[in-house]
């Protein structure tokens, strides 16, 4: 879910998802791939949905006209759910402006970000600005870790990721001049860029800010929440940051019986928790989603539509967060219809961080992705990883 990443979080990709990142977990991209010719959820070996395919009354949604009409019985149209996501979709990757304020190194970047607050705090009628609805406690965190967060992404990508060879798996790292050893010759850190990400989040934050209060978000309090979702983060044989989202094995009567406050609050740890941390800021996020053959209404009905393109917004296009692949396993039909409608407009940066899992070849492909057993929780998928805790786990000691 990073959230719902919606079908279409593929965009998610671009989280950059990063994510997909996003990315997830419940509310997914749209993604792709029939099953082999003549297999059925019958001849598969996991658990399937033959609902995949069908809306809430049993109406085959195997073509684009089917797939943008069912959005009518959720109350809005294809138009306004395509007009949001491609907004989404722009906005994940931040642009470089004129004038922009640039900065030689880390150390002046911080420096500047910290006037650029410290304004900003000033000027506004609110609290917005000290950063108290963050959930840093729990990790440990300061306001300025978040203003690195942020200067870290404005930062990263200066060149392709395929550029750097120091990573063999899927997807690569993050090359960023700043962050490499020793730093390489660059033009500039820009400052501005990282201020606008920030910006966003922070108007983000002040739009569910009734949520996020009374109690404060805490691993204690979104814990009921988060455990009926299947989340578990993890490092892989590159140091990124790994985000599994396992709909097959998420309660989703429970989903849909929490309220829309619950399902943010958690998400907005889930997010803090991701680029809070140095790994991922360095080199990356990967998102694995076993969709699970998930139905479309099922998975439509997870969240309020608006509810879950505004978490998607926030994953994708509000947090620092850089997604080097996106991982879909167990793709139903309509996803592919969503996903084929959607990638006129991603670009081939985006398509190129996407990797579709063919059945059967689940162990080989993450294999791939993350380096091998030892780096996928025990108990993902098949059940074939060695990873017994992760870091979700680890706050809950």
């Known amino acids: 879910m990073m959230v719902r990443i919606h079908y279409l979080l593929i965009a998610l990709i671009q989280l950059q998802t ?161 962050i490499a050893s020793p730093p390489t010759e660059v033009k500039g850190l820009n400052v501005s860029k990282a201020f606008r990400r920030l910006t966003s989040y922070i108007q983000w934050i002040h739009s569910v800010s009734s949520d996020l209060r009374n109690p404060p978000v805490t691993y204690e309090s979104i814990s009921p929440s988060l455990s009926v979702f299947a989340l578990q983060v993890t490092h892989d044989a590159c140091d990124r940051l790994v985000w599994w989202v396992n709909l097959g094995k998420t309660d989703m009567a429970a989903v849909k019986s929490q309220s829309p406050r619950e399902t943010t609050r958690m998400f907005v740890w ?22 699970a053959e998930i139905g479309f209404w099922s998975y439509m009905t997870m969240l309020p539509i608006q509810v879950g393109i505004s978490l998607d917004r926030f994953l994708i296009s509000v947090t620092p967060l850089k997604a080097k692949n996106v991982v879909l396993m167990h793709r139903p039909k309509w996803m592919e219809i969503g996903y084929g409608l959607m990638s006129w407009f991603l670009t081939d940066k985006m398509r190129n961080r996407v990797t579709m899992v063919s059945n059967g070849e689940e162990d080989e492909t993450l294999g791939r992705v993350v380096g091998g057993a030892g780096f996928i929780p025990k108990d993902f998928g098949h059940g074939k990883g060695e990873v017994t805790i992760d870091i979700i786990a680890q706050h809950r000691g």
Not at 28 to 45: F, M, Q, R
Not at 70 to 89: C, D, M, P, Q, T
Not at 273 to 281: G, I, K, P, V
Request: proline share 2%; aromatic share 10%; hydrophobic share 40%.
């Open 18 to 178: 990063s994510i997909v990142i996003f990315a997830n977990n419940g509310y997914n991209v749209v993604a792709a791939l029939d099953p082999k010719d003549g297999e059925t959820c019958a001849d598969a070996s996991r658990n399937c949905d033959e609902s995949a395919y069908e809306d809430d009354n049993g109406a085959r949604v195997e073509s684009p006209w089917q797939f943008m009409q069912a959005f009518s019985r959720f109350g809005v149209s294809w138009n306004h759910v395509f007009k949001e996501y491609l907004s989404v979709i722009q906005g994940a990757e931040g642009i470089d402006l004129k004038g922009d304020v640039l900065a030689l190194d880390m150390d002046e970047g911080l420096n500047l970000m910290q006037t650029m607050v410290r304004e900003a705090a000033t000027a506004s009628k609110d609290e917005d600005w000290s950063f108290s609805l963050a959930p840093l406690e729990d990790f440990g965190s300061t306001i300025d870790d978040v203003l690195l967060a942020f200067l870290r992404w404005a930062a990263v990508d200066t060149h392709s990721s395929h550029d750097d060879k120091t990573c063999q798996l899927v997807g690569g790292v993050n090359y960023s001049p700043f």
């Open 270 to 291: 889930i997010a803090h928790l991701l680029f809070l941390d140095d790994r991922a800021q360095k080199n990356g996020l990967v998102i694995v989603d076993d969709v």
